[in-house]
């Protein structure tokens, strides 16, 4: 089965331009996660969907940041404009519905703005 | 509030020595409890999970975990570690929407 599929895997680019993070969740999964890895601040949650609706996006840093997700294959993570202190690791996971159900991660998009 | 804690940022084993690192949670209902491992460059893949049931959970690459109600801790063990074990590990718990991640430890094996 096809796990969580992340693209780009790299991303370079200068400060000020807008940056599309792409994600395809598992099928079948209702939840959608996208969390930001950094050295400093380790592993964060910025937002997550359920059913496609945002239900929790408290930790999306500021408005530059905003994700979406369309359809239940399909959500995008977008910074604009990107600045240098948002370089990191981008991850999304997805699950089933169900407490013990665990989250899958895909191999991230490492994000560089120069 | 629920939270999860690593006490340990980083642990240094030698190849074939055993291996324990703690998680300890918190939180006021019965809690779904994982390990997850990331390597250099990868995302992070689940080791193990517990529920309910056995205490004692058997995962992935010769990793076990057991749940202790009583200290709140749902420690990693590994009977002999491999060089290839070098990772970074998670502890995490669910609360039925989020996942709540310890920050993680780094697990370097020596020859």
């Known amino acids: 089965d096809a796990g969580v599929i992340q693209s780009p895997r790299h991303e370079v680019t200068e400060m000020g331009q807008e940056v599309t993070l792409r994600c395809k969740p598992i099928s079948g999964h209702d939840y959608l996660f996208w969390y930001r890895q950094t050295m400093m601040r380790g592993l964060e949650l910025l937002i997550y969907?359920?059913?496609?609706?945002?239900?929790?996006d408290s930790g999306m840093p500021e408005d530059r940041f905003s994700a979406k997700m369309p359809n239940a294959s399909f959500s995008t993570l977008k910074i604009q404009p990107s600045e240098p202190r948002d370089s990191a690791v981008y991850f999304c996971?997805?699950?089933?519905?169900?407490?013990?159900?665990?989250?899958?991660f895909g191999d991230g998009t490492r994000l560089s703005i120069l | 509030a629920q939270s999860v804690t690593q006490p340990d940022i980083h642990i240094t084993v030698s190849e074939g020595a055993s291996l324990e690192l703690r998680c300890n949670y918190s939180?006021?209902?019965?809690?779904?409890l994982f390990w997850y491992v990331q390597s250099p460059g990868q995302g992070l893949q689940l080791l193990l999970k517990?529920?309910?049931?056995?205490?004692l959970v058997q995962g992935i690459k010769g990793f076990e975990a057991e749940f202790k109600r009583s200290q709140s801790s749902f420690n990693l063990r590994k009977p002999s570690v491999h060089w290839s074990d070098a990772a970074e590990y998670f502890c995490a718990v669910s609360t039925g929407n989020q996942f709540y991640f310890g920050t993680g430890t780094s697990l370097t094996v020596i020859p």
């Open positions: 969907f359920n059913n496609n609706v945002p239900i929790d």
């Open positions: 996971a997805s699950r089933n519905a169900g407490g013990s159900q665990p989250q899958h």
């Open positions: 517990y529920f309910s049931g056995d205490t």
């Open positions: 939180y006021g209902a019965t809690p779904y």
